[in-house]
């Protein structure tokens, strides 16, 4: 996803140029949802290609996986008047507000990863996650020969993410009546969360045949 993240920005980047010879610096702004070590990795990448190009500053702000936080982080950034703006939302529903006035004002708006509730944005990189969630079901239809329970440990509930891959997967699973999903708790991409919610969930459902978690 980086490599695609990367050359649709030097896209964007092209565009901006043509528009508008009398800037000589391009200032592109990130919002973060998240603190982890994959964003970090991400976060250098997206920094060492810009230093590439002359002109470019990139300036990123990371949410802590806080809703309130990252509202702050991209008005942050419309206040400073970003030539381009990259979003990975924390919670589609409280972030898309936000996501949108950028639009609005005619700032290029990348999301990533995350998606927001609604198409006013400028692309969208990430995975086809309801795709993921049916390949899911499918191996899962596979593993237990169409019959069991399974408990299910989703990402942020509020995560585009989250939602299409739980979704992927029940749709996999319409047609398995002997499939049952037990139960679906909220692991909030935590693998700290994740364990804790597991172990209190094995605790009342010894008969539990298969875990599915999203991260």
């Known amino acids: 996803m980086k490599k695609h993240l990367l050359f649709l920005i030097l896209c964007l980047m092209g565009i901006l140029t043509s528009c508008s010879q009398k800037h000589t610096r391009y200032y592109i702004g990130v919002s973060q949802c998240s603190d982890d070590e994959w964003r970090h990795k991400m976060n250098h990448e ?74 006013r944005y400028t692309a969208f990189v990430g995975a086809d996650n309801c795709e993921i969630g049916k390949d899911v079901g499918q191996y899962i239809v596979n593993r237990l020969g169409g019959k069991g329970k399974i408990l299910e440990i989703t990402g942020l509930e509020g995560s585009t993410p989250a939602m299409e891959r739980h979704r992927g997967l029940a749709d996999a699973l319409k047609a398995e009546p002997g499939i049952e999903i037990t139960a679906s708790v909220d692991g909030a991409w935590l693998q700290s969360v ?19 978690a999203q991260n």
């Open 194 to 212: 994740a364990g804790e919610k597991m172990d209190s969930i094995l605790q009342d459902n010894k008969d539990i045949n298969l875990v599915f």
């Open 46 to 119: 997206i920094v060492r290609e810009a230093l590439f190009y002359d002109g470019v500053e990139v300036e990123i702000r990371t949410a802590k996986d806080n809703n309130r936080n990252q509202i702050e982080d991209i008005n942050y950034f419309i206040d400073r008047k970003v030539d381009l703006l990259i979003v990975a939302p924390n919670e589609a529903a409280a972030v898309t507000p936000v996501v949108e006035k950028a639009y609005g004002l005619g700032i290029p708006v990348v999301v990533i990863d995350r998606k927001i509730l609604s198409d």
